[in-house]
């Protein structure tokens, strides 16, 4: 039916009116819902699409496009690029270019897609769509026509004018703004089907060519966690799938909010009576049909979406469609595929006495089906009736959609023609069955006469056929034109006014029918009576009838019938034919595995046992332990040898060619292999369950109860057994060298499993046979997946755990809408994580992108519970995936308290341990079958039981874990048992087989659900990326693998979150102690200048000053102290970076702070002590030479005044004899008192007394017996206590140990070197002795002393060593003290300045210029050495800074990485040894060879002290500047306020300053003038002479040592591993706890048994998980085990290695050098384990890279 309107003009903004052609292409903008989209196709862009594509690809597209099954095969055969774009455009209409786009995308052409997308849509407005307005408002549309965005003209139509496909015509022509209109043309359009239009109000018309996949609808969105009801029809397909995924009774409820409230709500707030309008407003006809959009759904989703949806609408015990109907195509589909996954469960009366069971596939299940249709109008309810009909009186079901139904009664507009099917399944109870016997129903929809394919399709595959009718026509052409093998029956209603009998009878002889086979519902009759006898009537069909059909036969009839077979697309069959070629050979379960699966089963689980055995080394015996381990390595490599003989068996070449299959046909072969896989386990586990119930009636078939009892445990066999064989393929083949081909040709593997888990396919983590993770083969496919997915795609992760058969798939299922694969028959075994997306819309809110969720086979299985390790198991498994989680949900149920105790055990255990290695994961506590509305508040008194049984396992589990400091629960974790706790009703509203989902199970689920994901968005902690997820994951194993999880834990995200935090508090540590050195730096120069013209103090004597610059210290300490913790606080309240895994350390760095603080207070306090008193010593000597060169000048002066009055020209021969007398008789009458020297010696005894008088009397008595002075003479010896001497050599001998003796030598040797050092410095600057030296060195000597608590220091040997250090230190002290009494003698400093005066007082008599000669002298004397000295003092901290930014030097650890590098790479016998028996002076040296080689170039150095110099030169240019501003016109005052000036910053030599004073007559300004000349040469001669000095010398010169503090600050707290001597690496300075990333042989450390003399090569991170036993001084020679340890040395922890192959680097080292080390330790060569012998130097740095987890 055609229609047209008059015609419309549009107004153009042009002059003369355009070419009619032209107008033609102008767009005609029709924004009307129910017209079509006016967008034409773009033909030439398309075209020009077509043309971009090669020959082969222009193929390919055809033939996809073929497949759309809408245009035939042989139109586009031979069709080219023209006739193809004219086929698509008339088949696909304004659909054309999304088809294509499409069509490109599976020939991988996203390119084009893009290209086209942009030419498409340019830059359009999206249309208006109806589903964009509220239901039920829109009553008429606007037709538009523009044209270049210019409004023409606007009409309004009457939407009920026009029908559905209706061409239009529209009439156009252009009016110009004169008046003129041009000649007419016609364009046309076509109203929207049925369909179509629908499909838009839903928002779907894009899904009915790009049709929705299970990852759309199960990504995670703002809708699946809001409450949001639908607001329009838009929403409704995403609300429904929403609810249905979570198998919710509610989904089919499907009214928006808007209608409801336009239906009922007055928003005037009108209060009269207005019927009218009140009928008006109850219209249901703006409503839709849950018919229609359950319709709608199922033809836009893919296949895999529409079995999910027909899965859960089963659960639901909804109606399933049977035949889809198209109602724009006439065409309908038989939904095979789509039912394929419903598996049900039903007793029939045959199996009553048995209470045996059938479990099959519904598809396959041969069953009568009964069919229910209507012919014409009917007035009783069909699918009403039929809800009565196939529901028992407790239990009714809306298994039907009907008119009573919320928006039942709404018109139908596409669903009409659909058949649905449902199934009456028997309980086995004859008072509760309907029907003894299953039976399928059938329900169309709409009037047969319509459609007679569905009718014909019913007919022939139904039992029986039931005709609902009012009125018949006595030809009843529908009924009496069929081939009918079902058996007819008419079902009339006499309560209707239609009801003909006359009728009745003719149509009933036409069809031969009896009165059995019609069934009238009489005048007087009820519901309830008619539906009994409806039932008797198909209990006697079903009970007599021969044709039973299962919907996987119907599919020949949907043939024969032109009905579609959703089964029938080319992908599906091809996946079929691959599933059904490996499945197909499958006989015998046990056979098929071991043949086909050969790599996984008995050499699987012999693998897991020797990891297991290397890391708990239980077998280990006498064994020496690197040989046990050494032989296991052997035997594992024989297994994968033995697994590289195979040859991949044919199954296994069948399964990976399939699953590289491209597309969508690589899932539905998945998805064909686990419904095969599944049928065939069924079938055996039933037959051997019959068996295991025979054998059981006799007590004498215990042995056969076993076999099929491992056989019941064996004959499971999933997909996730095929993949576990690929996963071992893959292993094994990387035990082959990287050039084998075989390997090369499994590269591959990993990114296709990688690409299943990103498609929502489940990757099984731990397998479930063999308990044990697979880690290089999930760790490469994780790493695949990191690759296919965004950089740095962030992941959360939910986990369940719980007692088996709890329902811990089914929460997560419901949950999540997910499917995990379980094995058919049992229950889950090991653990499978599933990807599913996060939706842009909250990423940003669960800072994530893809959730990961882990399910896991359950605790306290009976399978497991009869094996020795079942509780291992257990802890092992829960340890995992709690470690894994960001949350864990733990399934309890109340009903056993000993159960539940046992599992809460495991799972505290579990938390604990997490705890205690950083992470924190939250947990929700889930009731289940709890469905009191008042449960949560009755049960406050079960949770506060559950909390404090909580609490007591928390304390069982501490103390197994020997950290008891965790009393409670909350002390693990943040826990509130209001709010983590969750109540949940049983999931079945009544009694399987035809029970409903409880909607209150799916409520309860949902909002637990909610809670997650809002816990998860608040999460403290950062999201792991999946690379971080992988190493987790890897360090988790590998702990768990061990029985001390605690203390074996190493991971490298905890590694590198530590390091971080290392090498923060490194930076503001240098910052501290950077500031603080420039402040003492200052305040020393303001000391040193006290007293002098330099300073004008506003103290009034030093001791004020002291006091007012330790005031200002304290204020300055407690700032940094403050700025430290306060970057603590910051640092830990971070989200990203993993700050959380490293929590535990935060009170040891506070505590670093604070004893930072305390340290530099102490020593700031000494330096300033030290330089006051120095000062104050100086000014009496400063006062008396100032005397003495004020009486010089007098008598200079006085000379020449005597010199001039002789008015003769005197020679200088003459003057010097003149001044050489007045020198000889000043020096005779001027007094030099005399400098006494201190007593340093007895002041160091004092010293020393009080150090040690608190250490008691028997110290009184050690000190009395030698004198100080006499210490220290000779190197130091010490030959132990007098008790102990006489034991020495027996115990040596006895013990098998180092010397104790030896091992306090070699303390002692270390500490007087570091003394002599301190003491070599302090001499060198040549400044007076102080006390707080000595306090100094005593302070040193304690700290090291304590440093070394893994040895017993007895106090004979402390007070010797005392003695020994200070004996020597006091004795280098007084030397110092009186050279520099010597060095200040004001004698000595007068007649050093002789020559001076002499020319100074000749000059003066000559009344010679003295202005550059003096301004060359004051630059020279005075401030050319201080501005040396300011560059030396700033210098220092320069160089440790520098240092301190390379990697090599950045925290300890990476020192220590970089120091065996460096080994590695000289390969050196001695350098090694150099190393480990002289640690610290080869550190020492390595790092001042860092230093040369860093500043080996002058440049880098320069750097710095041209910054120094330029910063010095600015302050005395500044000076001179502001001196001169000042016209003092006297030179003195000139010269004082340039030093004054100066005063904070340099400390100007007061000798050198008085001597240049003295005679000075320099002119002010020229002196000026001729002082910044100087400088600015000054300037140039430093700075070549800084170039010319090499490093070396610079060093010297430093008041601060870079290379020591660089050593103390690397070297950390000194002390080493108590078994093999390796390094402490813990960070801050406070750490309780000290570790090593990498241990050593314990032959490397001279370690050698008496008995064999052989080197030892025991790693103490092996021993220390062995059974071995050690014995030490500590032990006092009594065995102990090395298990127990940390009971003899506290404060050490020895992890395992992190890996077998992390102490590859000294097994490497030790292997090489073994016979030069025996030689060097005097000890027979160790006997090397093969495996190390094969240790390359490539796997040797490796291994250090690895243990110090440098990427």
């Not at 896989?677 to 055996?684: G, I, Q, Y």
Request: net charge negative; charged share 25%; hydrophobic share 35%.
């Amino acid at each position: 039916m055609g229609g047209s309107w008059s015609s419309l003009r549009i107004i153009w903004n042009e002059e003369q009116p355009p070419d009619l052609s032209e107008l033609r292409d102008k767009t005609v903008t029709m924004a009307t819902e129910n017209l079509a989209n006016t967008e034409i196709m773009p033909v030439k862009e398309v075209l020009n699409t077509l043309e971009d594509l090669a020959d082969e690809e222009f193929k390919k597209f055809k033939w996809i496009l073929v497949g759309f099954h809408a245009i035939p095969k042989n139109h586009l055969e031979k069709a080219d690029r023209l006739d193809t774009v004219d086929k698509i455009k008339q088949t696909f209409s304004h659909q054309s270019v999304e088809v294509v786009k499409k069509v490109l995308k599976e020939i991988n052409r996203n390119d084009l897609v893009e290209k086209l997308s942009r030419i498409n849509t340019g830059a359009q407005e999206p249309r208006p769509r109806r589903s964009d307005f509220p239901a039920g408002e829109v009553e008429s549309d606007i037709v538009t026509c523009s044209s270049e965005g210019d409004i023409g003209q606007e009409l309004t139509t009457d939407t009920n004018n026009l029908n559905p496909g209706e061409s239009i015509s529209l009439p156009v022509s252009a009016q110009l703004r004169n008046g003129r209109i041009s000649k007419s043309t016609v364009t046309s359009v076509n109203t929207k089907i049925h369909l179509e239009g629908l499909l838009e109000d839903l928002g779907l018309e894009q899904h009915y060519t790009e049709k929705l996949s299970l990852s759309t609808i199960l990504q995670i969105d703002d809708k699946t966690i809001t409450d949001e009801p639908a607001k329009c029809n838009s929403d409704l397909p995403w609300h429904f799938l929403k609810k249905l995924m979570m198998v919710n009774m509610t989904a089919r409820n499907v009214k928006c909010t808007s209608v409801c409230e336009s239906n009922y709500d007055d928003p005037s707030g009108n209060t009269e009576l207005d019927l009218d309008n009140l009928v008006n407003s109850l219209r249901s006809c703006d409503m839709l049909n849950p018919l229609d959009l359950i319709t709608a759904l199922f033809l836009c989703s893919d296949g895999f979406v529409r079995q999910e949806m027909a899965l859960k609408m089963s659960m639901c015990q909804f109606s399933v469609p049977l035949l889809l109907p198209n109602c724009d195509t006439n065409q309908c589909t038989l939904m095979l595929w789509a039912m394929r996954d419903i598996v049900k469960k039903y007793r029939p009366q045959s199996l009553l006495q048995s209470k045996g069971f059938i479990e099959q596939r519904i598809v396959l299940s041969e069953l009568p089906m009964i069919s229910f249709v209507r012919l014409g109008e009917i007035s009783m309810s069909k699918s009403e009736t039929l809800n009565k009909f196939l529901s028992n009186s407790p239990q009714y079901h809306d298994i039907f959609i009907h008119h009573n139904m919320e928006c039942g009664d709404s018109p139908r507009k596409i669903s009409n023609g659909l058949a649905e099917i449902t199934w009456y399944l028997p309980y086995g109870n004859t008072n509760m069955d309907v029907f003894s016997e299953p039976v399928a129903v059938a329900n169309l929809r709409g009037d047969i006469a319509l459609f007679e394919t569905q009718f014909s399709f019913l007919c022939q595959t139904s039992a029986a056929v039931f005709v609902f009718f009012d009125t018949l026509d006595s030809e009843c052409k529908q009924l009496t034109n069929q081939d009918h093998k079902a058996q007819i029956f008419l079902v009339g209603n006499r309560q209707s006014n239609n009801f003909n009998l006359n009728v009745l009878k003719k149509l009933a002889t036409k069809l031969d029918l009896t009165n059995r086979n019609i069934l009238l519902k009489a005048k007087h009759m009820n519901d309830a009576d008619f539906v009994k006898i409806l039932r008797q009537t198909v209990s006697n069909v079903v009970e007599n009838s021969k044709i039973k059909m299962g919907i996987e036969q119907m599919a020949d009839i949907a043939h024969e019938l032109g009905i579609w077979v959703d089964e029938d697309s080319a992908e599906c069959q091809a996946a079929k034919k691959n599933a059904d070629d490996i499945t197909a050979e499958i006989q015998n379960i046990l056979k098929y595995k071991e043949a086909q699966l050969p790599l996984q089963g008995q050499i699987l689980k012999e693998l897991t046992c020797l990891e297991k055995e290397e890391r708990r080394l239980r077998k280990v015996g006498s064994e020496n332990i690197e040989k046990y381990k050494s032989d296991l390595q052997v035997q594992k490599t024989k297994l994968r040898r033995k697994q590289n003989s195979y040859d991949m068996s044919n199954a296994m070449t069948y399964f990976i060619n399939a699953i590289s299959s491209p597309g969508i046909e690589r899932s539905y072969f998945l998805k064909w292999m686990r419904m095969n896989l599944d049928n065939v386990s069924r079938e055996k586990l039933s037959g051997l369950r019959e068996q295991y119930k025979e054998k059981r009636k006799s007590s004498e078939n215990k042995e056969e109860i076993k076999d099929i009892d491992r056989q019941l445990s064996n004959s499971s066999l999933g997909t996730e057994h095929f993949f576990r064989e690929m996963g071992q393929i893959y292993e094994a083949s990387l035990s082959l060298p990287e050039t084998d081909l075989s390997r090369q040709q499994l590269q591959h593997l990993p990114k296709l499993c990688a690409e299943l888990l990103l498609d929502g396919f489940p990757l099984e983590l731990v397998d479930g046979d063999a308990s044990n993770i697979p880690l290089q083969w999930v760790s490469e496919v994780l790493s695949q997946l990191n690759n296919l997915v965004p950089p740095e795609s962030k992941i959360r992760v939910v986990t369940v755990l719980g007692v088996q058969s709890t329902g811990k798939s089914t929460l997560l299922n419901t949950m999540f809408g997910v499917q995990f694969a379980v094995s058919s028959g049992r229950c889950t075994r090991g653990a499978f994580m599933l990807l599913i997306r996060i939706n842009e819309d909250v990423k940003k809110e669960l800072n994530c992108d893809f959730m990961v969720i882990i399910d896991t086979e359950g605790l306290k299985s009976p399978e497991l519970a009869q094996l020795d390790n079942s509780h291992e198991h257990d802890n092992e498994l829960a340890t995992l995936v709690v470690g894994l989680s960001d949350i864990t949900i733990i399934n309890i149920a109340m009903e056993n308290s000993t159960e539940m105790k046992d599992i809460l055990q495991i799972v505290v255990h579990a938390f604990l341990r997490m705890k205690e290695v950083g992470k924190r994961p939250k947990c929700q506590f889930v009731h289940q079958n709890v469905s009191d509305v008042s449960a949560h508040e009755k049960n406050s008194r079960d949770r506060e039981l559950l909390l404090q049984q909580l609490n007591e396992m928390t304390q069982a589990a501490a103390k197994m874990e020997k950290k008891e400091e965790n009393k409670s629960f909350t002390d693990v974790m943040e826990y509130s048992p209001d709010t983590g706790n969750w109540y949940i009703p049983g999931l079945w509203n009544g009694t399987p087989p035809m029970a409903q989902v409880n909607a209150g199970y799916s409520e309860a689920v949902y909002e637990l659900k909610k809670n997650i994901i809002h816990i998860l968005g608040s999460g403290e902690s950062s999201p792991n990326n999946i690379l971080e997820f992988t190493e987790w994951m890897k360090s988790l194993w590998n702990a768990v693998k061990h029985e001390n999880f605690i203390f074996s834990f190493r991971n490298s995200l905890v590694a590198d979150a530590y390091m971080r935090l290392c090498t923060e508090f490194n930076k503001w540590e240098r910052e501290f102690k950077k500031a603080m050195y420039t402040w003492v730096t200052k305040s020393e120069t303001r000391i040193s200048n006290y007293g002098t013209v330099a300073v004008t103090s506003e103290a009034s004597d030093m001791n004020k000053l002291l006091t007012d610059l330790k005031s200002e210290a304290y204020t300055e300490l407690s700032k940094w102290e403050t700025k430290l913790l306060d970057n603590l606080t910051q640092y830990f309240s971070k989200t990203e970076g993993h700050v959380y895994l490293v929590e535990q350390y935060r009170e040891v760095f506070k505590n670093s702070a604070k004893s930072l603080r305390r340290e530099m207070e102490r020593s700031v306090f000494n330096q300033l002590t030290a330089a006051s008193d120095i000062r104050q010593g100086m000014s009496k000597l400063d006062k008396i030479k100032e005397n003495h060169t004020k009486d010089l000048e007098e008598r200079v002066s006085g000379l020449i005044e005597r010199c001039r009055e002789k008015k003769v020209q005197m020679t200088d021969k003459e003057l010097d004899k003149e001044f050489d007398k007045m020198w000889n008789q000043m020096v005779n009458e001027l007094s030099f008192p005399e400098q006494k020297a201190t007593d340093v010696i007895a002041s160091v005894s004092l010293y020393l007394r009080q150090n040690l008088e608190r250490k008691g009397s028997h110290v009184c008595e050690l000190l009395s017996e030698k004198n100080l002075k006499d210490c220290g003479l000779e190197p130091f010896t010490y030959t132990g206590p007098r008790v102990y001497m006489r034991f020495k050599y027996t115990f040596s001998k006895m013990f098998n140990i180092k010397d104790h003796v030896m091992a306090l030598r070699n303390i002692a040797d270390h500490i007087i070197k570091d003394c002599t050092q301190f003491v070599t410095e302090k001499f060198e600057k040549k400044n007076n002795y102080h006390e707080t030296y000595i306090e100094e060195i005593l302070h040193m000597i304690d700290e090291r002393l304590q440093n070394y608590q893994d040895v017993k220091i007895e106090i004979e040997f402390e007070v010797s060593l005392k003695q020994h250090i200070c004996g020597f230190a006091a004795r280098e002290f007084q030397k110092l003290h009186e050279e520099f009494i010597q060095m200040n003698d004001p004698y000595r400093c007068l007649n050093q300045n002789k020559e001076k005066f002499r020319a100074d007082f000749k000059d003066v008599f000559h009344d010679r210029d003295q202005c550059q000669k003096k301004a060359e002298e004051f630059t020279n004397s005075c401030l050319k050495p201080a501005v040396e000295d300011f560059v030396n003092r700033s210098l220092g901290p320069d160089i440790i800074g520098e240092m301190l930014t390379s990697r090599q030097l950045s925290t300890r650890m990476s020192f220590q990485y970089s120091v065996l590098l460096d080994l590695l790479s000289k390969n050196d016998f001695k350098t090694y040894q150099s190393y480990i028996c002289s640690y610290e002076k080869y550190v020492k040296k390595w790092i001042l060879d860092q230093i040369l080689e860093r500043f080996s170039n002058q440049s880098t150095l320069f750097k710095f002290e041209d910054h120094h110099l330029q910063s010095s030169v600015r302050s005395i240019n500044n000076a001179i500047n502001k001196a001169k501003t000042e016209k003092s016109g006297d030179l003195k005052t000139f010269v004082k306020n340039v030093c004054q000036e100066l005063g904070d910053k340099l400390v100007i030599s007061q000798d050198a300053f008085g001597a240049f004073m003295i005679l000075n007559k320099a002119d002010q300004e020229q002196f000026a003038h001729w002082l910044t000349v100087c400088v600015k040469d000054m300037v140039n001669a430093l700075g070549e002479k800084f170039k010319r000095t090499n490093i070396k010398m610079k060093l010297k010169q430093l008041d601060v040592n870079p290379q020591n503090e660089l050593f103390t600050k690397l070297i950390g707290c000194g002390h080493q591993c108590p078994f093999c001597k390796a390094p402490c690496e813990a960070g801050g300075r406070s750490h309780t706890e000290h570790w090593t990333s990498l241990h050593r042989p314990q032959g490397l450390g001279r370690f050698s048994p008496h008995e064999t003399r052989k080197l030892v090569t025991d790693i103490c991170s092996s021993s220390v998980i062995s059974d071995k036993r050690f014995r030490c001084s500590e032990t006092n020679g009594e065995w102990h085990p090395y298990k127990d340890y940390r009971d003899v040395f506290p404060d050490w922890r020895i992890a395992p290695d992190a890996s077998l192959q992390a102490s590859d680097y000294w097994k490497y080292v030790l292997a090489k050098f073994n016979k030069q080390f025996a030689e060097a330790y005097n000890a027979e060569p160790a006997d090397i384990p093969q495996m190390w012998k094969e240790i390359t130097r490539k796997q040797a740095e490796a291994s250090i890279k690895e243990s110090f987890n440098i990427k």
